[in-house]
């Protein structure tokens, strides 16, 4: 097993060769599509084949019976996007749920790269999702906002180091406003809280070998030295080591990662390093890409405004941007459309719907009427009612953020992010 390996093993050969077994290469396009934590695509307009991505991470498939012993422990219904499964995958989520079982604590860790003022839809969907897991299983959380990284891989005359470190408070707020419980939340940036943890980001480092980082993100000759370091620095916070004032000296506390599953590379390497370091490996749950308005075949990205959604657009941007740019699948001819309905796999104003329409009925209703068969055949839903259905759901959802967001003060931001003990 990795567990089993030498801190240390001879230069000639990599981590994966003194395991005995090959480094598996989680950077490259395999199947037509490429997943990595810095770019996401697919050939086909349906996107993402996740089944052969399970097999190809090596995660595990959420099942209904998991769901279900969710629910049983909790006493509450499984988030929406469990049962419709946008959140699809995992890693050893049943052991948190033996440690919440038998009250034994564990903790959360997500984060966030800043680089943009304004977070879009596709961000809210890992921290709105670490917002229920939190107020379910009360446990404290841990967000980490990689100014570090931005400025690794986008760094430049104009895009300095303390741009994205002010960016990353600007996405505090966004964060906050999302309803974290204060007493329950660390957020910290990796400028600031990097003395605290550095203990833990060195011990990481020496266990990892360059050939190992290649393998993962795909590095090259030509990469600044931050990039081969940086995995280390995501990779600290799912232990508890990193965060003395918080755990103190437990080894013992195990993480849960919600993260999209581009990110699991960075964790399949922290589970790889785990044992050999005393610590518990973290587990994972794993969700889906939220779509760019222009399809399935990418993620949406904060580098093209004007067909992104922010949180902070305006009703008329809204609309305009739906209206204009979000991927139809429904029939060329208008009459076709009408008897033969949309191929909702690739229709992205449906895909939306699946994240941010809270009411299963009306999930159905649009699938049925838009959708192939025999519900309104003849008289299917037209791709403009389906995206008027979108801006009408997704209007509200932001109007309640930026409210939310209005209200946080410069001292809610320096509290949820001071170097202090947690609730749990």
Request: aromatic share 10%; glycine share 6%; charged share 25%.
């Amino acid at each position: 097993k990795r567990g089993a390996l030498r801190t240390s093993p001879p230069k000639s050969r990599t981590m994966a060769e003194a395991a005995g077994e090959e480094m598996p290469d989680l950077a490259s396009k395999q199947d037509g599509q490429i997943v990595t934590p810095w770019e996401v695509g697919a050939d086909g307009d349906e996107g993402i084949d996740y089944e052969k991505l399970i097999i190809r991470f090596g995660s595990t498939r959420i099942s209904p019976e998991l769901i279900a012993r969710m629910e049983r422990l909790t006493g509450k219904p499984a988030h929406p996007w469990l049962r419709r499964g946008m959140f699809f995958s995992h890693r050893d989520m049943e052991e948190i749920l033996d440690a919440y079982e038998a009250k034994r604590p564990f903790y959360l860790y997500t984060g966030r790269g800043p680089s943009s003022d304004a977070l879009h839809m596709g961000h809210l969907i890992p921290f709105m999702f670490t917002k229920w897991l939190q107020d379910v299983f009360q446990v404290p959380l841990v967000i980490q906002l990689t100014d570090d990284e931005k400025f690794l891989w986008k760094g430049d005359q104009d895009n300095t180091l303390d741009k994205f470190y002010k960016l990353g408070k600007e996405n505090a707020k966004d964060i906050i406003a999302c309803g974290f419980d204060m007493n329950k939340t660390f957020i910290f940036s990796n400028l600031e809280y990097m003395g605290h943890m550095y203990p833990t980001v060195v011990r990481i480092e020496k266990a990892i070998t360059c050939s190992q980082a290649r393998g993962c993100f795909g590095f090259t000759n030509e990469d600044n030295i931050g990039k081969f370091s940086f995995p280390a620095i995501q990779a600290a916070p799912s232990f508890p080591v990193a965060f003395p004032h918080i755990f103190g000296t437990r080894v013992d506390v195990q993480c849960l990662i919600p993260c999209a599953i581009d990110q699991d590379p960075y964790f399949r390497m922290t589970r790889d390093v785990a044992p050999r370091l005393g610590w518990k490996k973290p587990a994972l749950i794993h969700s889906k890409f939220f779509p760019a308005l222009t399809g399935a075949k990418s993620k949406m990205s904060a580098s093209d405004s004007s067909t992104t959604i922010y949180v902070s657009d305006t009703p008329e941007m809204i609309k305009s941007k739906v209206n204009k740019y979000a991927f139809s699948g429904g029939q060329v001819v208008l009459e076709d459309q009408k008897q033969l309905g949309a191929d909702l796999e690739v229709d992205v104003s449906f895909q939306w719907m699946r994240f941010f329409c809270e009411d299963d009925a009306t999930l159905q209703m649009m699938e049925d009427s838009y959708g192939p068969g025999p519900v309104r055949a003849g008289d299917k839903m037209t791709t403009g009612e389906a995206k008027a259905l979108l801006i009408e759901t997704l209007h509200p959802i932001i109007a309640r953020h930026q409210r939310a967001r209005a209200a946080v003060t410069p001292e809610m931001v320096e509290a949820f992010m001071s170097v202090r003990q947690l609730s749990f």
